[in-house]
């Protein structure tokens, strides 16, 4: 997944038609279309394999929220893509639709993602996970104080989080519930 990796990786070719049909008919069409330079295939390969293992077949309408590892904006659109929240290029739909914003269908980064956390460099993806944590218990106000509680989700029984490092090189995507 690294950047000289894309592209060329002929492991990818074929994957997934559905990226390839929609490549742009006017530019020749690079031996793997899915992924480029902007998405993280093995992150929509660990959404894959997460989705099926609790039995989800619809993200957005069957999470009630996301944490993903974005440490800025552009890599969280392509996330949202990558992780099947919508089709691709589409990302910025969800935030025009109010989809991925507190009070949406499905919210996302209501932790404040990685700027509020300070991004704490290898430790990020554990306050990512305590989040969600502390937030499928509905005990935000609790831990962050009452004013917090604008950001407490009420009766949320299933979360995503998403994290990766070294551009992509390592990462993973679990399924969190309630029980």
């Given at each position: 997944?690294?950047?000289?990796?894309?592209?060329?990786?002929?492991?990818?070719?074929?994957?997934?038609?559905?990226?390839?049909?929609?490549?742009?008919?006017?530019?020749?069409?690079?031996?793997?279309?899915?992924?480029?330079?902007?998405?993280?295939?093995?992150?929509?390969?660990?959404?894959?394999?997460?989705?099926?293992?609790?039995?989800?077949?619809?993200?957005?309408?069957?999470?009630?929220?996301?944490?993903?590892?974005?440490?800025?904006?552009?890599?969280?659109?392509?996330?949202?893509?990558?992780?099947?929240?919508?089709?691709?290029?589409?990302?910025?739909?969800?935030?025009?639709?109010?989809?991925?914003?507190?009070?949406?269908?499905?919210?996302?980064?209501?932790?404040?993602?990685?700027?509020?956390?300070?991004?704490?460099?290898?430790?990020?993806?554990i306050a990512m996970a305590l989040?969600?944590?502390?937030?499928?218990?509905?005990?935000?106000?609790?831990?962050?104080?009452?004013?917090?509680?604008?950001?407490?989700?009420?009766?949320?029984?299933?979360?995503?989080?998403?994290?990766?490092?070294?551009?992509?090189?390592?990462?993973?995507?679990?399924?969190?519930?309630?029980?």
């Amino acid at each position: 997944m690294r950047p000289g990796d894309r592209l060329a990786n002929w492991a990818w070719k074929g994957l997934y038609p559905e990226d390839e049909a929609i490549y742009p008919k006017q530019i020749p069409i690079p031996l793997t279309p899915y992924p480029e330079m902007a998405n993280f295939g093995s992150m929509r390969f660990a959404a894959d394999a997460a989705y099926k293992d609790a039995g989800i077949e619809d993200p957005v309408r069957e999470l009630d929220f996301a944490e993903v590892f974005a440490p800025y904006n552009g890599v969280e659109l392509t996330l949202w893509e990558d992780m099947r929240f919508c089709k691709r290029g589409e990302g910025k739909t969800l935030i025009r639709e109010g989809v991925v914003e507190r009070g949406g269908e499905l919210p996302t980064q209501l932790s404040g993602a990685l700027t509020a956390q300070g991004h704490p460099v290898g430790a990020t993806s554990i306050a990512m996970a305590l989040h969600i944590f502390w937030q499928l218990r509905e005990e935000i106000p609790k831990v962050y104080g009452k004013k917090a509680s604008a950001i407490q989700l009420s009766g949320a029984e299933r979360a995503l989080i998403q994290g990766h490092g070294g551009t992509g090189c390592q990462g993973g995507v679990a399924i969190f519930g309630r029980d």
